[in-house]
């Protein structure tokens, strides 16, 4: 019969390395994390956008073709440069992740808030929220709603 002290020294043992290994895969998805930079461009190149950790824009540049744009042009190719690089940015994530942690619960839910912010460049944008008319009628709705 084995010693019961024995058995929890090493169930503890086991415990303990399982968790310095998790904490070291987490660490290093938070670092490759960290290193996300996804580019891409509109307007043939006119205008390109990158993005990088949480999907946040981290540079726009503009070449001397935007100088034949209007400016409804170049806003409407800056963020058609960002949808695209954002939409990008839940495979990047889930790469990194299947290539660091693995398929968690944990993992789940963030490609899934991921994915949930940044949908396919492909999937037609969700239209804005209202809740009725408040007779301003400047196109641009109440901040207050």
Avoid: C
């Amino acid at each position: 019969m084995s010693d019961p002290l024995s058995n929890i020294e090493r169930m503890v043992s086991e415990w303990e390395r399982n968790a310095e290994e998790n904490a070291a895969r987490y660490q290093n998805m938070q670092q490759e994390v960290e290193r996300i930079s996804i580019t891409e461009s509109a307007a043939d190149g006119a205008v390109r956008v990158t993005v990088g950790a949480n999907g946040i824009p981290t540079n726009v540049e503009m070449t001397d073709r935007v100088s034949r744009l209007r400016p409804d042009e170049i806003a409407a190719a800056v963020m058609q440069a960002m949808t695209k690089a954002q939409s990008r940015y839940p495979e990047e994530l889930a790469r990194i992740m299947g290539e660091t942690v693995g398929d968690t619960a944990a993992t789940q839910h963030i490609l899934a808030t991921a994915q949930a912010s940044f949908p396919s460049a492909e999937e037609p944008p969700r239209p804005p929220q209202t809740r009725g008319d408040d007779g301003d009628d400047d196109g641009f709705g109440s901040v207050m709603r």
